[in-house]
């Protein structure tokens, strides 16, 4: 069974920058496309980003484009997200989720892990 | 992308069936037969109820169905069950390797 535990969250200021992780147990992370998903409070879900399996390839939704920035670490078999220039509506919990291979739908989610972006 | 427009809230009472519809546009959902439903109980993660329009994952009971019609999709819930009151939220591929998700219908269950 695949788990993925989320870290890095935090509260900082409007402009800062945080660092997400998402580490992978029962199974590797090396092949599988990789996404990050955030909910704001009380809100809906909107994904942000993706990176592919096989390579680098990475996409973003046009909300967070040009301020975060996604990676993936096969030999930790982890995923980061890299936020800088944060703003108030940044202010989510972020969920890794994993699509399956062949698959276009998110099968294995994180607990998240919450960003609070405040003065 | 905008989200996919999903009511807000429904309702039903044990043993009754509602549908929760999912409207995209012909970018997204009227493109794809990409359509996935999660089910999402309050402080938890979301959990995957339907992909491709209509599969079941293993271990997801029969009583969810999914259907598509041009820029439309469908989550049908049979048999109500108190605990299958939670937040659904439909969410289609969109090309490119991105992804929409609806606002999230709340399901109470009467």
């Known amino acids: 069974e695949v788990q993925l535990v989320e870290s890095g969250g935090g509260l900082v200021q409007p402009g800062g920058s945080l660092r997400l992780s998402c580490a992978a147990s029962g199974s590797t992370l090396i092949g599988y496309e990789m996404n990050w998903v955030r909910q704001a409070p009380g809100k809906g879900l909107e994904w942000i980003s993706y990176i592919r399996g096989g390579d680098t390839t990475m996409f973003y939704a046009d909300s967070v484009k040009g301020r975060f920035t996604i990676s993936r670490d096969n030999a930790k078999n982890s995923l980061h997200l890299q936020m800088d220039s944060l703003r108030a509506e940044d202010t989510a919990l972020y969920y890794c989720?994993?699509?399956?291979?062949?698959?276009?739908?998110?099968?294995?989610w994180g607990q998240g892990t919450l960003v609070t972006v405040s003065s | 992308q905008s989200a996919l427009t999903q009511p807000a809230s429904v309702s039903g009472s044990p043993g009754q069936s509602i549908t929760i519809s999912c409207t995209g546009t012909?970018?997204?959902?009227?493109?794809?037969?990409?359509v996935s439903w999660y089910q999402q109980h309050p402080g938890k993660a979301p959990k995957v109820m339907i992909y491709e329009v209509s599969k079941r994952p293993s271990g997801v009971s029969n009583r969810f169905s999914g259907s598509k019609s041009g820029n439309t999709a469908s989550l049908t819930i049979s048999g109500l069950q108190a605990e299958d009151e939670a937040d659904y939220y439909c969410?289609?591929?969109?090309?490119?390797?991105?992804?929409?998700f609806g606002g999230g219908t709340k399901l109470t269950v009467l």
């Open positions: 989720a994993r699509v399956g291979t062949g698959y276009y739908h998110f099968d294995y």
């Open positions: 012909s970018t997204d959902l009227g493109t794809y037969n990409l």
């Open positions: 969410c289609s591929y969109a090309g490119s390797s991105s992804w929409v």
